[in-house]
Nanobody, 126 residues
Framework: QVQLVESGGGLVQAGGSLRLSCAAS????????MGWFRQAPGKEREFVAG????????VYADSVKGRFTISRDNAKNTVYLQMNSLKPEDTAVYRC???????????????????WGQGTQVTVSS
């Protein structure tokens, strides 16, 4: 059983930056691809970014490409999401998730992930 705990959310002005962290425990971190998802009020949960088990492959939603960077530190069992040039439409609860599977695979759907954190709120003011 993998436990995931996010941190780093908060309130920021448009154009600002935040770095989210997700610390994993209870499993072998390198067995899992990791993803970040977000959900705004009244909207469906959406994929933001993902990274494969080794960290050598990353995938981004078009809406965040060029502004967000996902990375992982396998020695610290932690995945990060660096968010720059934030916009009000980035406001949401951000959750990290873990997916077991082949080394190169980064699932894009919630169905591909087995474990989820509780989430951290990101609010971007205009």
């Amino acid at each position: 059983q993998v436990q995931l705990v996010e941190s780093g959310g908060g309130l920021v002005q448009a154009g600002g930056s935040l770095r989210l962290s997700c610390a994993a425990s209870g499993g072998t971190f390198t067995d899992y691809a990791m993803g970040w998802f977000r959900q705004a009020p009244g909207k469906e949960r959406e994929f933001v970014a993902g990274i494969n088990r080794s960290g050598g492959r990353t995938v981004y939603a078009d809406s965040v490409k060029g502004r967000f960077t996902i990375s992982r530190d396998n020695a610290k069992n932690t995945v990060y999401l660096q968010m720059n040039s934030l916009k009000p439409e980035d406001t949401a609860v951000y959750r990290c998730a873990a997916a077991s599977g082949p080394t190169l695979v980064v699932p894009l759907s919630t169905r591909g992930y087995s474990y989820w954190g509780q989430g951290t709120q990101v609010t971007v003011s205009s």
